[in-house]
């Protein structure tokens, strides 16, 4: 219901309302968008994470800066969540970090490294064969309880959770957002720093075309303030090719697992004249071995490798801070978290127009890669829509980098609904880091196929 330029009575499902990472910054944006107010439903299959969000969430809106008026119950059944739902927002970690540690660290064993492991490579293929059927179910039940609900998935791998809500259910309202490309605008506000002495520059203020698809994103034309900012950033790469770039100098990139000095990037750049949108760590794997040869090959990129074993280390330390906030003994950090959905969510109830970056089905929008493979190109979103925006085509030399994960996303979106071995096998082997014998190949996948059966209902494995 809207008064005004307020919206009452919103509902909102949270499908992984146990998340202690994107459901926190959603509670500290909703309470301080003074435009919105209504109910967050939070399902989890983890009920008592979900519990505790919505005591952590109830409690938030106790303080007298939460201007957003919002109440939040944890709930039992996906079913119950998604009834009359207006917005349905998906955050969820398929399987435990034991698949995820088979993942990212089985494929070592034939000197496959992978920096993340959620994506592509052998990692993120296995990952997107358990997430699959997990999003076939979302889709079936979003068709059912909530038809005309717009869906905004923040899930990994990106594309074929978001190609999987589609192909299920045609009809829906969905998109995937990522911040990656915020942070590289972000490199080029610091660049107007460091080269022009310009500071102050908002992320938000340079205006880019956005290209490609999720983690593997290019921009070709940059701008602030009609400044075409590819000439600088040319010259920014050449000043800090070798060494890198990193703006806390202070601090070595190698003491966080997350950072880089944008090498990577740097290297990109040089080799196709256009700006690569991504972290490092995305970036290399969807490069084969060209950064990714050896632990010490990648020292030399300046990026990191990231454990599985600091994953864990850091879900101890947020389950102990949830339980502090649990207890009333901490409080949530009331700050805006630099994500968009709330804006998003307001830009689709008609209180204001925003262009953005999303992942939706290609219709057009991004000439030579298929249409309806989902892509990441920037979109009007405007009162219950979303109109993508004309991004162009990429050099051919990139086109067809990113044309192979396409086809590979494609080829494990259907193994994994066809719960066919064989066809994933097509997808594994065709992988730029699976770059070992073929015979190898198929026993790595097989063992990361058994250590994940579990997410695999219905699969017929050895």
């Not at 689709?348 to 939706?360: P, R, Y």
Request: proline share 4%; aromatic share 8%.
């Amino acid at each position: 219901m809207k008064h005004d330029n307020r919206v009452e009575e919103l509902h909102i499902a949270y499908i992984g309302g146990g998340s202690r990472g994107w459901a926190w910054g959603l509670m500290g944006d909703l309470a301080l968008s003074a435009e919105l107010s209504g109910t967050v439903k939070l399902y989890d299959i983890d009920k008592e994470a979900a519990t505790r969000n919505e005591v952590i969430g109830n409690r938030l809106q106790e303080r007298p800066e939460a201007v957003g008026q919002w109440s939040y119950k944890a709930v039992d059944t996906m079913k119950e969540a998604l009834q009359g739902a207006d917005f349905v927002i998906i955050s969820i970690v398929p399987g435990t970090f034991g698949e995820m540690a088979s993942d990212v660290h089985t494929p070592e064993k034939y000197g496959i490294y992978q920096s993340v492991g959620d994506t592509v490579g052998p990692g993120g293929i296995v990952r997107a064969l358990r997430t699959i059927p997990i999003f076939a179910e979302i889709a079936e039940a979003v068709r059912a309880h909530c038809p005309d609900a717009w869906v905004i998935n923040y899930t990994n791998p990106m594309t074929v959770c978001t190609r999987t809500l589609y192909e299920v259910f045609p009809e829906i309202k969905a998109f995937g957002c990522c911040h990656e490309v915020f942070e590289v605008q972000k490199l080029l506000a610091d660049m107007l720093g460091d080269m022009k002495g310009m500071t102050g520059v908002r992320r938000e203020d340079i205006k880019t075309n956005v290209l490609g698809i999720n983690h593997f994103t290019w921009i070709d034309r940059a701008e602030y303030e009609g400044m075409d900012l590819l000439p600088l950033y040319k010259e920014f790469v050449d000043k800090y090719y070798e060494e890198g770039f990193s703006k806390q100098k202070k601090e070595h990139w190698m003491n966080k697992f997350f950072d880089s000095a944008h090498r990577v990037k740097f290297d990109l750049f040089r080799r196709y004249g256009i700006i690569a949108a991504a972290g490092d760590r995305h970036l290399a794997e969807f490069c084969g071995k060209a950064y990714l040869t050896s632990p010490e090959h990648i020292d030399s990129w300046n990026f990191a490798l990231t454990p599985v074993s600091w994953r864990m280390e850091n879900r101890t330390r947020l389950l102990e801070q949830s339980e502090r906030m649990f207890r009333g003994e901490e409080e949530l950090s009331l700050k805006n978290s630099g994500e968009e959905g709330v804006r998003q969510i307001k830009a689709l109830l008609g209180l204001g127009d925003m262009v953005t970056n999303v992942n939706i089905p290609n219709i057009g929008q991004m000439g030579g890669l298929p249409l309806h493979s989902v892509v990441e190109t920037n979109a009007v979103l405007s009162q219950n829509r979303i109109a993508p925006v004309t991004a162009g085509r990429l050099p051919l030399e990139v086109e067809s980098l990113v044309l192979r994960h396409v086809a590979n996303q494609e080829t494990t979106l259907q193994a994994g609904l066809r719960k066919d071995a064989d066809v994933a096998f097509r997808a594994f082997a065709a992988d730029p880091l699976v770059a070992i014998d073929v015979q190898d190949a198929r026993s790595l996948m097989d063992e990361m196929l058994q250590n994940t059966k579990a997410y695999l209902p219905g699969w017929k494995l050895d």
